[in-house]
């Protein structure tokens, strides 16, 4: 490649800036990826990368597109000097684009966090320039696979901190709804169906949505748990291994299955409307619904699931929630609860899921303690 010429000027311009360069500050690398000391967390991986998994908080500003990525890979696989050379080229510009567009506004004080797949050269190229500027930068050692080991080591430590207090009840008893009311009340509540986009059974998929990546859900949940004071107890759903396809971590589950939990008894006719409140989607998008009952045809005769689609395809929605409740989804929790939990339930009674019931049931749920609680052996609103 030929040189270009450098006048006297240019020579002493580029002697003056590497010459700053020597003594100004470079990034410091840490290995803690919940480091305190920064405002911003920057992951500069590709939007592909980004989007399967990250650190949540995190802002993605890629050093290479999806498509660069995908170029620079397969130039690299045939000439890995060249290769360099292309990345090299594609990099800096982007990092232009990245200093201008989020950059140029920020305080002296301003100090970020930057990782990428192995704390190598994506993130290096960005944070040197970053601390040229002046900006006190870190770099994530190992980049994200430092986190997913930290990620692993959550989920296997943190669980065991908290005490849980599970609420449980057969589908249709508003157990989500009173979470999000415990939530509201200011109790710390882990939504693992929230975390997950799914409400936990066939019927479960968003339509109008998609199930996060394993490793995004992993990532949100030990999100919640760090925010989390192990003083005070979190309340959660009982759930089986699976929500949809994904795992509930395996000592989240088997802390929750020791755990204290309160089965809700809200009455059918309750349960039947609750649900007919909460699956819009599902009565308007009954082609949809359709697909997902003619996968119980391997647990129910057909002769069976006929009968339930033809209860929706006449629209007939109070009989045919009845007739999957106490058909499939009743029988379904009594042998889940009996396989995953250890401790005796204590049995909880509402009358409706109106305000006028819940709040006092949930102010009553959080002011008994433990003791109380056995001692009664049930509750009603």
Known sequence: MPSLPCSRLQCRVFSQFFRHFSKSRLPVVIADPFNPN???????????????DHIP???????LSNTERHEVGKLYSEDSFKGQIYGAQLVTKNISQIIHDH?????????????????GQRSQSVAIVMAQIGFNVFVLEKGYKTYKAKVKECLEKLPTQFTFKVLSGPT???KTHLLSQLSALGEQVLDLEGLANHKGSVLGWDINGSQPSQKWFDSLIVDRLRRFDPDKVVW??????????????????KEMGKSQYFKITLPLEERIQHIIQIYPDYIENFQFTKEQLLKLQKHHSGSRVRDWITLGERQQWPEFVEALLTEHYDPLYSRSQRKHFKSHATEVYLDSLGPEHVQPFLQRLISCSLSEVKDVGSMSA
Do not use: F, Q
């Open 103 to 119: 950059v140029t506004e920020k305080p002296k004080e301003y100090s970020p966090l930057i990782y990428c797949w192995r704390g």
């Open 236 to 253: 959660m759903e009982s759930e089986s291994v699976k929500i949809g396809k994904l795992h509930v971590p395996s000592v989240l589950h």
């Open 57 to 63: 908080g995190a802002i993605n500003l890629p050093v």
């Open 38 to 52: 920064v405002n911003e967390v920057i992951d500069v991986r590709s939007p592909d990368e980004y989007k399967e």
């Open 172 to 174: 249709g008893s508003g």
